[in-house]
């Protein structure tokens, strides 16, 4: 008798399932020669001395169409199995309408997956996302945010060689993510939104793109992985201990937030020598802007500056400060930081670009005013920055 774990993957596109076209142009494939792939390689763990490619195909597929994946995964359970049963997952795939190049996703698509993992939340014990690396740090911080608390295990996972290239990195990112959703779908920790690369699993919204040449291309700035997957698998306490949430710090919203709409949000980069000119253009027609500043979050001090920082407050833009530093966090130790503050520039603390980006489109998708706006921005709701805790209430209601 075996103990199911059922993993939901939604396939989006990205290099992990692309193939050359007659150009030499990499493609995204159908989401059956993704799935026909998968079968076949299951086939050379699991074909037994006696067994033809059919016999084994025809017992790895069960008859409502879930697919099990490798039985020596079962080895990497947390706890022994009882007396008499084995460990199965079962995997069932789905695609998106149109499997894209990871370049290509806006904030749209982010809303469709969000639906498609919601719709199936009670029938799966966890879930795996197929997407492009280059803005899989966005999606995942997207999906963090749109999902919400959550008590299963969503993973964004890709590849930088496509799965049918001998040298692939897909397939044992695969197998990682599907491991994790499915046998450590019970750990309180991984009940989130991740994203898995490279033996890595990595909060989702704490993570950026820092490599784009070499097999292990994310990293967590200012927090450790959750888990390694290395000869064995280590779940990662973090050393760093956020702060409680205070129950009187909190926002009920009457339902989800949805980023159906596309709002204006702008970046706004410092440079040395950057102009007027150059800022106002910006800031104007911008309903948010995420300010990308120097060291812990200081920019030049000029009266322009200001008077323009001031002037986009009036028109109630909300501005999120990082720093466009690797690492670090936006202190307000330095003296152009009080232009920041009389211009009410909300601190991002540790946030990744990635994900203040994204919060920021969620924030303005919302229905709450401005004033409620400012608050969400100026706490952390998932994780996603040591800003102080807020705890965000949905009531359908």
């Not at 290099?15 to 050359?20: R, S, W």
């Not at 009670?122 to 492009?132: K, L, Q, S």
């Amino acid at each position: 008798m075996a103990l199911e774990r059922k993993v939901y993957v939604l396939y989006t596109g990205g290099t992990f399932g692309m193939k050359k076209d007659k150009d030499g142009k990499l493609v995204p494939q159908p989401l059956e020669t993704i799935e026909r792939f998968f079968i076949h390689h299951t086939v050379l763990y699991e074909r037994k001395p006696e067994e033809t490619e059919e016999d084994v195909i025809k017992r790895i597929r069960t008859p409502n169409g879930f697919n099990i994946l490798y039985h020596q995964l079962a080895d990497d359970y947390p706890t022994p199995p009882p007396e008499g049963k084995q460990y199965k997952i079962l995997y069932k795939f789905e695609s998106m309408p149109t499997p894209i190049d990871s370049s290509n996703v806006t904030p749209k698509d982010w809303s469709d997956m969000a639906e498609k993992i919601q719709n199936n939340m009670e029938a799966y014990n966890g879930f795996v996302v197929i997407h492009g690396t280059d803005t899989m740090a966005y999606t995942s911080s997207a999906l963090s945010f749109i999902l919400g608390e959550i008590k299963k295990p969503v993973i964004v996972t890709g590849a930088q060689m496509p799965i049918f290239h001998p040298r692939t990195d897909g397939v044992d990112n695969f197998v990682g993510s599907m491991l994790m959703a499915a046998y450590f779908c019970d750990t309180p920790s991984l009940q989130q939104v991740m994203l898995y690369d490279m033996n890595k699993l990595f909060q989702g919204n704490r993570v950026e793109k820092f490599d784009c040449d070499s097999f292990s291309v994310f990293d967590s700035p200012d927090v450790y992985p959750l888990a390694s997957l290395e000869t064995t698998i280590k779940l990662i306490t973090s050393k760093i201990e956020l702060k409680k949430v205070d129950t009187k710090t909190t926002c009920t919203v009457k339902k989800m937030f949805t980023l159906d709409g596309i709002p204006q949000v702008k970046i706004l980069r410092f440079f040395p020598g950057i102009t007027e000119d150059y800022v106002c253009c910006v800031l104007n027609g911008a309903a948010g802007v995420i300010l990308e500043t120097y060291g812990t979050g200081n920019i030049p001090e000029r009266d322009w500056l200001l008077k323009l920082l001031m002037d986009a407050d009036k028109r109630k833009v909300l501005m999120l400060n990082c720093t466009q530093v690797y690492r670090g966090t936006v202190l307000p130790i330095y003296g152009s930081s009080g232009i920041l503050q009389k211009a009410n520039v909300i601190p991002g603390y540790d946030i990744t670009p990635e994900a203040a980006t994204t919060k920021m489109v969620w924030v303005l998708n919302s229905e709450l005013d401005h004033q409620k706006r400012r608050e969400i921005l100026e706490h952390s709701v998932y994780g996603e920055s040591r800003a102080p805790p807020m705890k965000l209430i949905v009531n359908p209601e």
